[in-house]
């Protein structure tokens, strides 16, 4: 069974695939670090576009995308409205909503502007290095980084058996479902208690045999990563260019 929500979705014959992981997760850093320093919303627009079109360009489609961005679409929308209504001193507009008067101020708008922008960046970037690297190497990169090793390790751990109890719970689901588990609020609230609990039973069972079976292979609390090749020069100097180039867009 495919999560096509969940899983990467990345082209391996792509160009920005086929970078060394480590040169994309320092680009990112150094983008990132660009982004949230910018002042104004044109440098993170920039940022926005290259990486949204990136992301078409390696097969991503508009649905999953869609998806993968609504969270921070909220947050970022969030943010906005709370700045406008409850931050800066220039009134926009008064709005009565059952007998409150709600006023937006420009600078609070003009600042949720900047914070959203920062957030659209900051995801996008983020997204671009997500959509292109297989978690492992990603993983990889960061244990190369000086990462904790306790943190790659439980990261691993949780990506793998993530999608097992995804079917689990997709199982059980539609088992409740077809005995009209959910009809009504109160059933419903009942099934998806009883389906929480399984998903707990079974999470705890799976860490106990997985203890288990590393175990007995002799696994002594070291993950063995990828081994790194050595970093091509020609990735190296593209991916500084790229950096210098938005950079300079940044400071001009």
């Known amino acids: 069974m495919h999560h096509h929500i969940t899983r990467?979705?990345?082209d391996p014959s792509h160009w920005v695939s086929a970078l060394d992981p480590r040169v994309k997760l320092l680009s990112a850093f150094a983008l990132l670090g660009l982004v949230i320093s910018s002042?104004?919303?044109?440098?993170?627009?920039?940022?926005?576009?290259?990486?949204?079109?990136?992301?078409?360009?390696l097969g991503v489609t508009p649905k999953t995308?869609?998806?993968?961005?609504?969270?921070?679409?909220f947050i970022a929308g969030t943010v906005?409205?709370?700045?406008?209504f409850c931050a800066g001193n220039l009134p926009l507009f008064t709005w009565h909503l059952a007998g409150i008067e709600l006023v937006g101020h420009r600078d609070g708008l003009w600042e949720g502007v900047q914070i959203a922008g920062r957030i659209a960046g900051?995801?996008?970037?983020l997204a671009v290095v997500g959509f292109s690297t297989p978690f492992t190497e990603?993983?990889?990169?960061?244990?190369?980084?000086?990462?904790?090793?306790?943190?790659?390790?439980?990261?691993?751990f949780a990506w793998r058996y993530l999608f097992l109890l995804l079917e689990d719970a997709q199982v059980v689901y539609h088992a409740q479902r077809n005995r009209l588990g959910y009809v009504g609020y109160r059933r419903g609230l009942s099934s998806f208690g009883t389906l929480?609990?399984?998903?707990?039973?079974?999470?705890?069972d799976n860490s106990q045999s997985v203890t288990t079976a590393m175990v007995q292979r002799g696994y002594d609390g070291q993950m063995p990563m990828l081994l790194h090749k050595p970093f091509v020069a020609r990735?190296?100097?593209?991916?500084?260019?790229?950096?210098?180039?938005?950079?300079?867009i940044r400071f001009i």
């Open 39 to 57: 002042h104004g919303i044109a440098f993170s627009l920039v940022v926005t576009v290259l990486s949204l079109a990136l992301c078409l360009n």
């Open 235 to 248: 990735q190296v100097f593209c991916s500084l260019f790229f950096v210098s180039s938005l950079a300079l």
């Open 138 to 156: 990603l993983m990889a990169a960061l244990s190369w980084l000086r990462v904790p090793q306790s943190l790659i390790d439980v990261a691993l």
């Open 122 to 125: 900051g995801v996008t970037i």
């Open 8 to 10: 990467q979705t990345f």
């Open 80 to 84: 906005l409205i709370l700045k406008l």
């Open 196 to 204: 929480a609990g399984v998903l707990v039973i079974k999470a705890f």
């Open 65 to 73: 995308l869609a998806l993968r961005f609504s969270e921070p679409v």
